[in-house]
């Protein structure tokens, strides 16, 4: 069962609420639909039972624009083959650009080192977009072709996504801090025609150079037929032999034309983190990121036009794609590029010198930030950022109290968790939910998951499975290279056929927040209870002695179980016995005796996934005598060094035991 909820840190006030663009679609629904919706409960509570006409309603409040008008909502096939306004056709990028007068700022781009600031107009984003689109058409690309990219966090990404879906083609990007055998595993599989890359990236002070990676990239993406070069890092230098300028692509001022495309038209490819194997591409279509980010920026984000959206994030982050939902609002993109704490605190300085009102990053940000001592609120002028998101894993319940001590006190704190998968969130806050240290709002509106235990029958206030159990237009409409939807049926629907399995152990409280407990593939069951790992990092990585931990639980012979804790001390610290029995006095007393694990050990690091990851289920792999080149790709692996350690130290310990 879970504790009683802790006292609301902060309310939102009556007229915050009234003033919402939440409580603006409400009034109007209300007309609509004739009949009262007091809060967002009501609204969730109606959007899962009259799930197609609340999607209609979002198209219709926000003036989606089709070509074509559909003609069904939704087919009534079962999850994964539902498919959404069948007979519609439209643009995403269209739908993106539509809003805001020529003059408006559309991107505010700054680059690590704090430098003045680049803004890009809604008429310069279009005039880009245009040239771009043209250029793509002029080399032959057509709706369905792909073209993958290689770009760090700039304009260049945001203007190849628009200008090819404009033309109907298929967007792919990776980070340029991953190597080289991680993205040609990815991006080969995709058979792209086109590729753009940046010479290098911003990363602590340093120019990273990846000429040498995009070389590799070239020679072994066999289909591309052609190649821009963004000179965005080393400017000096002449272009590569056989490329395209970034400044050729975008130049000109051609007509801007958006090719109309079915609504289940493939809009771009996100990668799984491929921690075992070749990374799964996920495709997502043209008309559900539309609704979807049309949605989630609007109703969740609360955007309005002239409004700034701040998220720090990389290319090869879902957080990148969910953020050009804010252009669908006409609110603008801060695009920053480099490394969140340098200088320390630059993220918040970035927010503030570009006036963000709303923020959106990871939780790992907000502990860092704690851990390096700034007080943003203290250096900075933060008086715009009304709300911050916070997603990649659960805000720590200590986060939450850095935030309203260090940032603001009256800031609403949205964690907020989805994914890769659905290029969205299945649960946040909202503008009624109170924020509670340690808890998520709420579930969206139109996103009808629960908790399920190992019968299939939902439970409340008990630790369950997060499913989701009627169909979202933002889930993929397929994986790619899986024509008889075999890994796709495998990866969501193989333990109940129809009903979404995420993967993620989940609590939804009875008074609707929820609480989140980690991967339930990397299952913690200790004498029949099961343990999220979120919730020993949670309580953990706050001690000013622990960088990070990796906790992992090993089934062994005769009905044995072995929890193990690794620890990565901070400096000046070491995993001596007075450490050892503090974490086991903290663990105690903050979680439960159960939480007490068999032994601590001291490790190097704790390897991750490309997008910050880490890498719990290969590490309990190994401790089962997997190799490695089984346990884990890595390719995938943000230090396969660290991964090696566990490798080494799994072979020690089976050796030592006879296990």
């Keep these: 069962m879970s504790s009683p909820p802790a006292e609301p840190l902060w309310r939102p006030t009556a007229a915050r609420i009234e003033q919402s663009a939440l409580r603006g679609y409400l009034d109007r629904l209300e007309q609509r639909e004739g009949r009262p919706f007091p809060d967002h409960d009501a609204l969730w509570a109606w959007s899962v039972e009259e799930l197609d006409r609340f999607w209609i309603s979002i198209v219709d409040h926000y003036g989606i624009e089709f070509s074509t008008p559909w003609t069904q909502v939704r087919t009534a096939d079962p999850m994964p083959h539902t498919r959404w306004f069948t007979g519609a056709r439209l643009n995403w990028a269209q739908n993106a650009l539509r809003r805001g007068?020529?003059?408006?700022?559309?991107?505010?781009c700054v680059q690590e080192g704090g430098g003045p600031a680049r803004e890009i107009t809604r008429g310069e984003l279009r005039q880009s977009v245009a040239a771009a689109a043209a250029w793509l058409r002029g080399a032959g690309v057509r709706p369905g072709d792909r073209v993958a990219a290689y770009l760090p966090n700039t304009e260049h990404a945001v203007i190849g996504c628009l200008a090819t879906a404009a033309v109907g083609a298929v967007w792919a990007c990776c980070s340029p801090d991953f190597g080289?055998?991680?993205?040609?595993?990815?991006?080969?599989?995709?058979?792209?025609t086109v590729l753009v890359a940046a010479d290098g990236y911003h990363w602590n002070g340093k120019d990273v150079d990846r000429s040498d990676i995009v070389a590799q990239l070239r020679e072994h993406l066999p289909t591309v037929r052609e190649f821009v070069h963004v000179a965005y890092v080393f400017g000096d230098r002449p272009d590569p032999e056989g490329s395209t300028s970034w400044d050729d692509v975008t130049s000109g001022d051609p007509p801007l034309s958006f090719e109309p495309v079915e609504f289940s038209h493939p809009l771009w490819v996100l990668f799984t983190s491929g921690t075992t194997g070749l990374p799964k591409g996920l495709v997502h279509s043209q008309g559900g990121i539309t609704l979807e980010g049309t949605k989630w920026s609007g109703l969740y984000c609360g955007l309005r036009e002239?409004?700034?959206?701040?998220?720090?994030?990389?290319?090869?982050?879902?957080?990148?794609?969910?953020?050009?939902?804010?252009?669908?609002?006409?609110?603008?993109?801060?695009?920053?590029?480099?490394?969140?704490?340098?200088?320390?605190?630059?993220?918040?300085?970035?927010?503030?010198?570009?006036?963000?009102?709303?923020?959106?990053?990871?939780?790992?940000?907000?502990?860092?930030?704690?851990?390096?001592?700034?007080?943003?609120?203290?250096?900075?002028?933060?008086?715009?950022?009304?709300?911050l998101m916070v997603s990649g894993s659960a805000l720590p319940p200590d986060g939450y109290h850095w935030v309203l001590e260090h940032?603001?006190?009256d800031l609403r704190i949205d964690s907020t968790s989805g994914g890769t998968d659905i290029s969205g969130a299945?649960?946040?806050?909202n503008e009624y939910a109170p924020v509670r240290a340690g808890r998520i709002g709420g579930r969206l509106a139109?996103?009808?998951?629960?908790?399920?235990?190992?019968?299939?029958?939902?439970?409340?206030d008990t630790v369950g499975d997060l499913v989701v159990t009627q169909p979202m237009p933002s889930m993929p409409v397929g994986l790619w290279n899986d024509p008889d939807w075999a890994r796709y049926t495998d990866s969501y629907f193989d333990t109940w056929p129809g009903v979404w399995r995420h993967g993620d152990w989940v609590t939804l409280h009875a008074d609707g927040s929820v609480s989140m407990h980690g991967r339930s593939d990397s299952t913690l069951n200790r004498q029949g209870v099961r343990l999220g790992s979120s919730d020993f990092y949670d309580v953990l990585e706050t001690m000013p002695e622990i960088v990070e931990s990796l906790v992992i639980g090993v089934e062994q012979g005769d009905d044995g179980y072995w929890l193990g804790l690794f620890v990565v001390p901070a400096s000046g610290h070491a995993l001596d016995d007075t450490l050892k029995q503090k974490i086991v006095s903290t663990l105690r007393t903050r979680l439960t005796p159960r939480h007490v694990p068999d032994e601590i050990l001291e490790a190097p690091a704790v390897p991750h996934t490309l997008s910050g990851k880490k890498l719990e289920v290969p590490i309990k792999k190994?401790?089962?005598?997997?190799?490695?080149?089984?346990?884990?790709?890595?390719?995938?692996?943000?230090?396969?060094?660290?991964?090696?350690?566990?490798?080494?130290?799994?072979?020690?310990?089976?050796?030592?035991?006879?296990?």
């Design 446 to 460: 139109g996103v009808d998951c629960a908790a399920w235990d190992d019968d299939g029958r939902p439970v409340v």
């Design 180 to 192: 080289a055998d991680g993205t040609i595993g990815r991006l080969a599989q995709l058979e792209p």
């Design 101 to 108: 007068a020529d003059g408006a700022t559309a991107l505010v």
């Design 407 to 409: 940032i603001s006190p």
């Design 622 to 659: 190994l401790l089962r005598g997997t190799p490695l080149a089984k346990a884990a790709n890595i390719a995938s692996v943000d230090d396969p060094d660290a991964l090696r350690w566990y490798e080494r130290f799994a072979t020690e310990r089976r050796a030592a035991t006879g296990g």
């Design 426 to 429: 299945f649960v946040g806050s």
């Design 306 to 387: 002239g409004e700034r959206m701040f998220t720090f994030t990389s290319t090869g982050w879902a957080l990148w794609n969910m953020q050009l939902g804010a252009l669908t609002q006409g609110a603008s993109i801060v695009l920053y590029e480099g490394s969140p704490g340098h200088p320390k605190g630059a993220v918040w300085e970035v927010a503030a010198r570009t006036g963000a009102d709303v923020m959106l990053l990871g939780a790992a940000v907000i502990t860092a930030s704690a851990n390096a001592g700034v007080s943003p609120h203290d250096e900075h002028d933060l008086s715009r950022l009304r709300h």
